[in-house]
Each structure stands twice: as structure tokens, then as C-alpha cells.
């Protein structure tokens, strides 16, 4: 199976994504950019790829392990970025803050006890974003220059907050018309049991 961990969303922020996501389709199109479906964002804290289903249940326990050292925190969603850069755009997304260092310990803590169970730790900082969109392959490099003109003037202000009180365990089954999503298991952080 295909996994990784992340944090879902509230139905209300999911409308305020496909409003943004609509918008920005309008202003930049679509015939270059993979536009991102509310329902399937997410914020991803850790991907863990192909598993076997056999360590789903050390996983579990893992997270179980993890989640009673946190309380629930608040994020703020604003700011538009693009990963690599403004000039050779690959994914568009939407920034993630929060004040305390909450999301970035817990990444850092994931990251450590999921290498005891023989999973790969990131070698990129930790950068938390929704994805919007990605860029498609095989854009012409005159269209990547006007896609990224426009880039540009994108300017996305707050979208609100989000209190976190959980992490999810979700499993991607690739599909042509893009990735679905599962949600498998759910584990509260100490002060939302």
C-alpha cells in the first residue's frame, strides 16, 4: 500500500481552497496546471510510500505513541508559494504557519521514530504547504515564462485558521484521473481524546 501521514481538513477550509483553486484557474487556466480537488488537500507530514500491509500495525502503534505528547494547536493558511521557485514552477500551493514550533517538532519526532521502523528520513527541511496545483510535464519553456509572469502577481491573503487536534495514517491509490485517497486511521493529540 501506498501511505503517508498527514493532517486533514475542515469542511470549511476545504470552501475556502476550492474558492481560492477556482480562482486562480480563472486568472492562470488550466491547460498547464493540474488543479488540486478540495477534497483530496491535505497537509502532509510524512510520506512513507509503497509498505507492506504488514507494517501498518507498527505504524499505528507509532503514531499512538506520538500523538499523547501534543496538544491541540492552531495553524494559519495564507502566503501563495511555488516549489522549486517563481521561475520554474512545479507545484503551487498555499502556506501553512503556526507560532508554537508544534507542527515543525512534531514532523522532526515522525521523521525520527518512523526511521526505527527502517523508513527513510526526508533530507529536505521541513516546508509545510497545501498543494493547489502541479505543473504539467512537458510545458513548453514559452509558456513556462508566461505561466510564470503570472505567477507573479498571485497574491493569496489569510484564509483563516485550522485547529489541529489530530494526525491521520492515509493510503493513495494512483488513478489516471488523479491520486484518492483513504483515510485509515486517525490518532487525537493528548488533550482531544
Request: glycine share 8%.
Amino acid at each position: 500500500m501506498r501511505l503517508f501521514i498527514a493532517i486533514d481538513l475542515s469542511s470549511t477550509l476545504r470552501e475556502h481552497l476550492s474558492a481560492q483553486i477556482d480562482q486562480l484557474s480563472r486568472s492562470l487556466g488550466s491547460e498547464n496546471i493540474r488543479w488540486m480537488k478540495a477534497s483530496g488537500i491535505h497537509l502532509t507530514l510524512k510520506f512513507l510510500g509503497e509498505t507492506p500491509e504488514n507494517q501498518i500495525v507498527r505504524i499505528g502503534r507509532t503514531l499512538k505513541d506520538i500523538t499523547p505528547q501534543f496538544s491541540s494547536f492552531k495553524m494559519r493558511i495564507g502566503n501563495f508559494g511555488c516549489f522549486p521557485n517563481l521561475s520554474r514552477p512545479r507545484v503551487l500551493w498555499i502556506g501553512v504557519h503556526e507560532q508554537t514550533g508544534t507542527l515543525e517538532q512534531l514532523s522532526r519526532i515522525l521523521e525520527s521514530e518512523l526511521a526505527k521502523l527502517g523508513f527513510k528520513k526526508e533530507g529536505r527541511p521541513f516546508n509545510p504547504h497545501l498543494t493547489l496545483g502541479r505543473i504539467r510535464k512537458g510545458i513548453r519553456s514559452s509558456e513556462l515564462t508566461r505561466l510564470s509572469r503570472g505567477l507573479e502577481t498571485i497574491q493569496i491573503n489569510e484564509l483563516g485558521t485550522e485547529m489541529l487536534k489530530e494526525i491521520c495514517l492515509f493510503s493513495s491509490t494512483l488513478r489516471p484521473s488523479g491520486a484518492e485517497y483513504t483515510k485509515l486511521a486517525a490518532f487525537n493529540f493528548g488533550d482531544s481524546e
